[in-house]
């Protein structure tokens, strides 16, 4: 008797038929009764990337002739599950037999799993050719559905552990705090206790500071709690009686159903309880004990805690310290001296009846807090965020620099520009997950590239007011930065950081390879103009050196350059602008040409499968850190903002271009290039943590990709309509790099896996390259 066993998606079982056992020995495979039977589209199978194909073939584990067992697939060759979590579990599956060819032998079916609708939309929208990548929840999780780290980070400091969970105390973070904190913060308690004594009608006040700078010297495993008197003098205590549980039989625990009517619960007794007096309300605030602490002992304390809180919150890492003066400042200081207790957690007794915990630390440093957020923010781009406004009031405050120097206004607003980035990417997932394909390819394609756009803008125009051509040059090296950054050093990171935790990484050669082709046209159509230059230009050449009528010696030139403008008058008006015209509609082209191959006719290449962490379908229910309106908001200021930051950035740059010994390549290439893809690296390396490196390789690559194919091709349309001179004529070294860098990847990505030593052979290119701009002579026009 031969059997048939199906591999079935969850959702499918309840809409089969159902097969007697003496229908089992039919040769008729289930899947032949779907097409009697057809499933109904759910939400998952509208959001897939991907068609899902029917495969029959082997399995694994049995050999081809072992016991005539035949099975159905429901899974490609190559499976790889994205669980909650992020972890990717891969298998493959032996190739079809009698000649099947419905699949590639390296397309992937990756099933993701998510909590709701809009997280599915958002991880679609990862998978999605020219959408902008992004890790981060844009919907608020429940915290008991989170993990215990993130349970930990969001605690209010009011929990007591269980014994055997608390560990010691004694721990390097929580030394450091001493050093750090405790030793001013009990200072200072001591010296405001000193007042309160000398008052002596506040001396109640006075211990209740000793007792804190006791406790602040070392609050770990220490308790604060309020001691509830009225609680106690008004509890209603049962009489002294015994409730003995009746102990049932195993047979008792079995009901028919017959006899289940016949039973009924005995009747309720209702037993008359006192009602509580209503709680009086505390009179100490009449006191003029109070009044004193108010006026001498607690203003300066409330400053002294604000310091501390601002401190430990902007070192993100000790966000346990600012939770502690928190709740100290706005609880405990405005307690009834009376009604504080402070005790040390001891493994022989418990939490005293009448008592409420407030504070209760456990560790001062946590590693973990790096994932902090706060309204779905990262506890990072929100603390950089005061910094952006303080770079507006000091570089729009301050022209003539009579306050701060031109190299720190340019520090801060290059700082600035990665909160704003982070905003703006957080705005455009939010909308795009919110919204329908057509409004998420908008918004990508408007606000993907204001970033990079608002900064080289702001710089062309200042150099065309400055009527210099430095600023152009250090544009290009900016663009030439960003290519070299996402090509070699963003892909090279995520290996070596991805390679370490998971040893060897499996990605999409498929869509690798779509990705690889548009670089090596994106790479040719930027640097045309650059060869036509050269093939048609002449070599100019300065500070030439000879010796008239001595032969031996060397005629020695520096400075030498191609310059168009000087072999034919009419070589850039009739030839070069042009080019550069077909290169910026051709280039788009490409590009809309790459949107409809990957998302409309070999859609599955990206064969994406959305569920929720339990097998099912994402219908979970969902609140959203920010609606629709609020992102395109967010998405607005930002822009405006990183436009005044961009402008701040040019205008105080000029001491880098003129007095700097550090060549203005190197300036480019780096600082300019790599600051505003921060939040994009972060992103590669959270995707490579979780074993997803296919994402972590499509964020360098859809950067580079819409630098050459709509960065460039849009400065060139704000050149046609405002004449800022911009050329698209790049240096040799910015050529040589570029198509360099553009070989090298596409041969590490030829095999569809990576390690470490591969992101190392990466990273290291890269830095060589730096090197030679490092070292490389300053443009001729700076």
Same mark, same amino acid.
């Given at each position: =008797? &031969?059997?048939k066993?199906?591999?079935l ?5 309840e809409n ?5 056992e003496?229908?089992? &020995?039919?040769?008729?495979?289930v !899947? ?8 109904q589209?759910?939400l ?7 068609a899902?194909?029917l495969?029959?073939?082997?399995a694994d ?5 072992a016991?005539?067992?035949? %099975?159905c697939?429901?899974?490609p ?5 994205v ?19 419905g ?7 990756t099933?993701i799993?998510?909590?709701?609708? /809009? ?10 050719f ?10 608020e999780?429940?915290i008991?559905d ?9 605690s ?5 552990k269980?014994?055997?969970? #608390?560990?010691s ?11 750090l904190?405790g030793w001013?913060?009990?200072l200072?308690?001591i010296?405001?206790?000193?007042? =309160?004594?000398?008052?002596v ?13 006791w406790? %602040? $010297?070392?609050?770990?495993?220490k308790?604060i ?26 047979e ?9 009517s ?6 309720p ?6 009602e509580?007096?209503p ?5 100490h605030w009449?006191r003029v ?7 001498l002992?607690?203003? /300066? ?7 501390a809180?601002?401190l430990?919150? #902007? ?17 405990? #200081? ?8 402070? !005790? ?27 994932k902090?957020t706060v309204?779905?923010?990262n506890?990072f ?17 301050d022209k ?7 190299e ?5 607003a ?6 704003? &980035?982070?905003?703006?990417?957080m705005? $455009?997932?939010? $909308? ?16 993907g590239s ?8 702001t710089?062309?125009?200042q ?21 070299l ?6 892909? *090279? ?5 991805g *390679?370490?935790k998971?040893?060897?990484q ?13 670089l090596?046209?994106?790479i040719? *159509?930027?640097f ?5 230059s050269?093939t048609?230009g002449?070599? =100019? ?6 010796v008239? *009528? ?6 020695v ?11 034919e ?10 080019? +550069?015209?077909?290169?910026s ?11 409809i ?5 070999h ?14 379908h994402?219908?979970g229910?969902?609140?959203v850190h ?5 992102a ?5 200021v930002?822009?405006?903002? +990183?436009a005044?930051c961009?402008?701040l950035?040019?205008e105080n740059?000029?001491p ?6 550090i060549?203005q390549?190197?300036?480019? @290439?780096?600082?300019l ?8 690296i972060?992103n590669?390396i959270l995707?490579?943590?979780q ?7 499509? @964020? ?8 050459c ?6 400065l060139?349309?704000?050149?046609a309509?405002y004449?800022?001179?911009? +050329? ?6 910015h050529l040589?790099?570029?198509?360099? &860098?553009?070989?090298? /990847? ?5 095999d569809g896996k ?6 190392t052979?990466?990273? @290291?290119?890269y830095?060589?390259l730096?090197?030679l ?5 300053s443009?001729h026009?700076?």
């Amino acid at each position: =008797m &031969s059997h048939k066993n199906c591999l079935l998606l969850p959702g499918d079982v309840e809409n089969l038929p159902r097969i007697s056992e003496a229908d089992s &020995s039919s040769e008729t495979c289930v !899947h032949q009764e779907q097409h009697r039977y057809p499933r109904q589209l759910s939400l998952t199978d509208r959001l897939c990337v991907g068609a899902h194909h029917l495969e029959t073939g082997p399995a694994d584990t049995p050999s081809p002739d072992a016991s005539g067992h035949h %099975f159905c697939h429901y899974t490609p060759k190559c499976f790889f599950g994205v669980h909650r979590g992020g972890h990717v579990t891969s298998a493959r599956s032996s190739p079809p037999r009698n000649g099947e060819d419905g699949w590639h032998e390296c397309t992937t079916r990756t099933t993701i799993r998510v909590d709701n609708e /809009v997280e599915a939309h958002r991880e679609a929208n990862n998978y999605k050719f020219g959408f902008r990548k992004w890790k981060a929840s844009v919907t608020e999780k429940p915290i008991e559905d989170q993990s215990e780290i993130m349970k930990e980070l969001h605690s209010d400091l009011s929990i007591v552990k269980a014994q055997e969970r #608390l560990g010691s105390v004694v721990t390097f973070g929580n030394v450091c705090y001493v050093f750090l904190f405790g030793w001013w913060i009990a200072l200072i308690y001591i010296l405001i206790s000193a007042v =309160m004594f000398l008052t002596v009608a506040a001396s109640a006040y006075g211990k209740v500071c000793v007792t804190l700078a006791w406790y %602040f $010297i070392w609050p770990f495993g220490k308790c604060i709690e309020k001691v509830d008197n009225v609680l106690d003098r008004f509890s209603v205590n049962p009489p002294n009686c015994e409730v003995i549980p009746h102990e049932m039989d195993s047979e008792d625990l079995v009901v028919n159903k017959d006899s289940a009517s016949l039973v009924s619960s005995p009747p309720p007794i209702q037993i008359p309880v006192p009602e509580l007096p209503p709680k009086n309300t505390s009179k100490h605030w009449c006191r003029v004990s109070t009044c004193i602490w108010l006026l001498l002992g607690y203003p /300066v304390l409330a400053v002294m805690h604000c310091l501390a809180c601002v401190l430990s919150w #902007l070192l993100v890492f000790t966000i346990p310290v600012a939770k502690i003066n928190a709740r100290i400042l706005t609880g405990v #200081l405005l307690m009834a001296p009376e009604d504080l207790h402070i !005790h040390t957690l001891e493994k022989d007794k418990t939490q005293a009846c009448g008592t409420r915990v407030l504070l209760c630390c456990y560790q001062a440093f946590n590693m973990h807090y790096y994932k902090y957020t706060v309204h779905g923010i990262n506890i990072f781009a929100l603390n950089l965020l005061p910094l952006v406004f303080i770079t507006l009031i000091i570089g729009y405050a301050d022209k003539e620099n009579n306050y701060f120097r031109a190299e720190t206004k340019f520090a801060t607003a290059m700082i600035s520009i990665i909160p704003l &980035s982070y905003y703006i990417g957080m705005g $455009i997932a939010s $909308i795009s997950a919110q919204c329908n394909f057509a409004v998420g390819a908008v918004v990508n394609a408007t606000f993907g590239s204001i970033t990079e756009l608002t900064f080289y803008i702001t710089a062309l125009l200042q150099g065309h007011h400055a009527a210099t051509k430095c600023y152009e040059e250090v544009v290009k090296a900016a663009l030439t930065g960003t290519l070299l950054g996402c090509i070699l050093f963003i892909p *090279g990171i995520c290996m070596i950081i991805g *390679g370490i935790k998971h040893q060897e990484q499996r990605f999409n050669s498929r869509s690798a390879g779509v990705s690889s082709a548009l670089l090596f046209i994106s790479i040719g *159509g930027v640097f045309a103009p650059t060869l036509f230059s050269k093939t048609f230009g002449n070599l =100019m050449c300065e500070s030439c050196s000879d010796v008239p *009528g001595n032969a031996t010696v060397s005629f020695v030139c520096k400075n030498c350059h191609y310059d168009t403008s000087q072999s034919e008058p009419h070589l850039i008006l009739s030839d070069i602008e042009p080019l +550069m015209y077909t290169i910026s509609v051709l280039l788009p082209a490409a590009y809309l040409i790459g949107l409809i191959f990957t998302l409309k006719t070999h859609s599955h290449i990206y064969d994406i499968h959305i569920s929720d962490g339990h097998g099912g379908h994402a219908h979970g229910h969902h609140v959203v850190h920010w609606s629709r309106w609020r992102a395109l908001g967010v998405l607005i200021v930002a822009t405006v903002l +990183m436009a005044c930051c961009a402008d701040l950035c040019t205008e105080n740059i000029k001491p880098f271009l003129t007095h700097s010994s550090i060549s203005q390549y190197f300036i480019g @290439v780096t600082v300019l290039a790599m600051v505003p893809e921060l939040p994009e690296i972060v992103n590669g390396i959270l995707f490579a943590l979780q074993n997803n490196i296919s994402l972590s390789l499509e @964020v360098g690559s859809c950067i580079a990709v819409q630098v050459c194919m709509i960065q460039i091709p849009l400065l060139i349309l704000f050149n046609a309509f405002y004449d800022v001179g911009f +050329m698209l004529v790049f240096s040799d070294i910015h050529l040589w790099a570029s198509i360099f &860098s553009v070989i090298v /990847v596409n041969y590490i990505f030829m095999d569809g896996k990576c390690d470490y030593f591969q992101g190392t052979a990466l990273v @290291v290119v890269y830095l060589i390259l730096l090197a030679l701009y490092f070292f490389a002579p300053s443009p001729h026009s700076c």
